[in-house]
């Protein structure tokens, strides 16, 4: 195991030696970054560890022979237990602002990991009773080289696909950057995602307080605190994959030795796929969900669990997936309810059923007050119809709904499940745009589904779990297509089926083989390369993001200091990007409102923004002041005023921008009442000049 996790630094040190700043500087880097702001994330999985060894001794009371293993199969199952415990813990301190205070911080980790040191004997004991991790492990060391490699580069670099991980800039980092500050979490009007469970944000807080950094101090130079919420994130992918793994021993109900190999095989993919390794080194939700979602099928299948304590623990492990990403109970829930299903007697399903709602809700029960009481809506921005839309208005309820809805039919969807989307802008630069399983993020993952089920469906030993298997892979896919914007990226929960159907086909044909050894190496071989090649190609994914002489890790050794810091452009602050000119230019006592842009997290301390779908500061003082533009500017609790133009326009171009801030009517409005400060020019397509965002000083408020 330790000669494993040396390879994965050797892979993570190779992966940040791609490009600039070059091989002894990113390997440094890497390893810097990895042993300094890793240790507070690995604090606090380690803290989650040990209240995981707690739960499981109480879990294992009354249970038969009196044994934890027999409810969670040794301390794998403590990581993930422990996971859902300190998710809830954090949020629930961070809803009553407790993580306002250091002390208050630490103790849920201190206990955790006073509770490992007391366990550490039998933990040991344990470990050198184990078989020998599968070496089949080794083949997802570059995948989760790269994972490392790219949690290092600072928030808004990576990935392409994600715009420069765009979302983080706009909640699952601003959020904890604003709620640090509040020392509390609590709905933000002007940031609908803040009414989402925010279980892995609130994380990020509790990150923030652990590390004792100052109010206004979420983002500095170094961005050291930001490094360690994406290894966080980063560190729960690597958890998914030893969660798939033991996922895959439950399920199989067998602990012979092609089992294990097919758990690492499992684990391994999960590990290795491209998609994995570029939402896992973001401070995304996406890995949390997937670790959960495995934990909860392992503890579905576990028979000799009383069926409705099984009941209790895998609604509660989904409930906490849920409080991570909502849309885990409509791609993850209906899997685990078939594996629960398939794993006792009908008539003990409904009372496991009952119990599974129970648990969910009691986990999901501190968003759904927190929203009941904000806005009336549990859910919102959720079934606004069935709950009210709390504060927002009749036209934004149905902007978001727009966005957040695929415009064409059933088949049509499906149809982009393996085709590319002729009508996406980009498809014009004759580059296919896959919205499907087929994206080069998802490897090979589609042919490797379709082979493992033929073969698992095959083999006596496995067909019945693999068509459980089959027909959860199919619900999720029905479901991407009728409920979610149809983007390749949700279907991450996919991975699941996939990885779980790929473990069933490795343990049938190693069967198969048991008795010819050469045989069976060959078939080791090739389940070694299936992971090897998906690892590639996350490896050529990484090294082809922005092509040119930089390459992926050019700001590895930077850090946020390329967004936050104007000398790392330029010694003259006018000729700075936006973000660093913002910072340093604004005087003190400046107020500044961004419109068209929600990027907030690089902006300066107190900046005042909306998403598209809240109303911006300025859209409310229009409606207030239809008549009387200069009065409406003047009512604004602002200073200045930054626009993006380029983002104005294409929201308003897509129908998602707020009716009241179309972009000539809000640049005549500008123009007439306010005095530009600065302009942000940049050559456009044709080699013409663009002013793509200008900055306006507002005339004095009224008083």
């Known amino acids: 195991m330790l000669a494993g996790a040396f390879v994965v630094l050797v892979c993570a040190c190779v992966a940040a030696s791609i490009g600039d700043p070059g091989p002894l500087y990113g390997s440094a880097s890497v390893l810097y970054l990895v042993l300094t702001q890793g240790m507070l994330a690995g604090l606090y999985l380690l803290g989650a560890f040990g209240l995981g060894l707690v739960l499981v001794r109480v879990l294992a009371t009354g249970e038969n022979n009196g044994s934890a293993t027999r409810i969670v199969g040794a301390s794998a199952a403590a990581a993930w237990l422990g996971l859902a415990a300190m998710r809830t813990i954090t949020l629930l301190l961070c809803v009553a602002g407790g993580l306002s205070n250091r002390f208050v911080a630490v103790v849920p980790i201190a206990v955790g990991v006073a509770f490992v040191a007391r366990s550490l004997p039998g933990l040991l004991a344990q470990l050198r009773a184990s078989d020998r991790p599968s070496l089949l492990w080794l083949a997802a060391a570059p995948g989760a ?17 994600e715009f420069g991980g765009y979302d983080t800039l706009v909640y699952h980092l601003q959020l904890p950057r604003e709620w640090h500050a509040m020392g509390r979490i609590v709905p933000l009007e002007h940031n609908v995602y803040s009414y989402l469970p925010s279980y892995v944000e609130s994380a990020f807080v509790h990150l923030a307080a652990l590390s004792g950094a100052p109010r206004d101090q979420f983002v500095t130079d170094e961005g050291g605190l930001l490094i360690a919420c994406k ?9 998914a994959g030893w969660c798939a793994a033991g996922a895959v021993r439950s399920l199989l109900h067998d602990q012979t030795q092609h089992v294990k190999t097919a758990g690492a095989v499992a684990g391994g993919l999960v590990i290795a796929t491209p998609w994995s390794v570029v939402t896992g080194s973001m401070a995304y939700n996406e890995m949390a969900v997937i670790a959960l979602i495995f934990s909860a099928v392992h503890v579905a299948s576990m028979a000799r669990t009383r069926p409705w304590r099984r009941g209790l623990i895998t609604g509660a492990l989904v409930g906490v997936a849920c409080g991570c990403k909502p849309t885990a109970f409509l791609l993850g829930a209906p899997i685990v309810g078939l594996v629960l299903l398939r794993s006792m007697p009908i008539r003990l399903f409904l009372p496991a059923l009952v119990a599974a709602a129970v648990g969910g809700t009691l986990m999901l029960a501190p968003w759904l007050i927190r929203n009941a009481a ?31 809805s695929f415009d064409g039919g059933f088949l049509d969807a499906l149809r982009l499940l393996v085709r590319p989307d002729a ?7 004759d580059r296919p745009i896959h919205r499907g399983i087929m994206h080069p993020q998802w490897a090979f993952a589609g042919p490797l589904a379709i082979a493992a089920a033929a073969i698992g469906l095959l083999a006596a030993k496995t067909r019945r779990t693999s068509a459980i298997l089959v027909a959860g892979l199919a619900v999720q896919i029905v479901v991407w297509a009728v409920a979610t914007h149809v983007q390749s990226r949700f279907l991450i929960p996919v991975l699941v089926p ?4 790929l473990a ?24 070694a390369a299936v992971v090897l090649a998906t690892s590639a190609m996350t490896v050529g994914l990484f090294a082809g993001e922005y ?19 104007y000398r790392m452009h330029n010694e003259d602050p006018a000729l700075a990007p936006p973000d660093p ?17 929600a990027t907030a997290l690089y902006k300066p301390e107190g900046v005042q923004y909306a998403t598209t779908y809240d109303e911006s500061p300025l859209a409310r003082a229009l409606r207030e002041h239809p008549d009387d533009p200069r009065r409406a500017l003047r009512s604004l609790d602002a200073t200045h005023i930054y626009v993006d133009w380029l983002e104005l326009n294409r929201l308003w171009q897509t129908g998602w921008a707020d009716p009241a801030l179309e972009p000539n009517k809000v640049q005549r409005l500008l123009l007439s009442h306010s005095v530009i400060e600065h302009e942000f020019i940049y050559d456009g397509p044709g080699g013409d000049r663009v002013v793509a965002q200008e900055l306006y000083r507002l005339p004095e408020p009224t008083r």
């Open 145 to 161: 080289g790269v994972l490392l490699a790219a949690a290092c580069n600072p928030p808004g670099w990576l990935w392409s696909s």
């Open 231 to 239: 290894l966080l994130h980063a560190g729960i992918t690597l958890l």
């Open 374 to 404: 904000a806005g009336g809506n549990p859910v919102f921005p959720m079934l606004t119809s069935v709950f009210g839309p709390a504060h927002w208005s009749a036209e934004q309820v149905a902007r978001y709904g727009s966005a957040h």
């Open 423 to 429: 009508g996406d802008p980009a498809a014009a630069a």
């Open 498 to 501: 996939i990885a779980l159907l």
């Open 504 to 527: 069933a086909a490795s343990s049938a044909t190693l069967g198969w083989t048991c008795s010819r050894s050469g045989a069976r190496r060959a078939v080791l071989l090739c389940q």
């Open 547 to 565: 092509r040119g002489p930089f390459g992926p890790n050019h700001l590895i050794n930077i850090g946020s200091s390329h967004f936050t810091n």
């Open 581 to 597: 000119y913002l910072r340093a230019m604004l005087p003190d006592d400046a107020v500044l409102l961004i419109l068209g842009d």
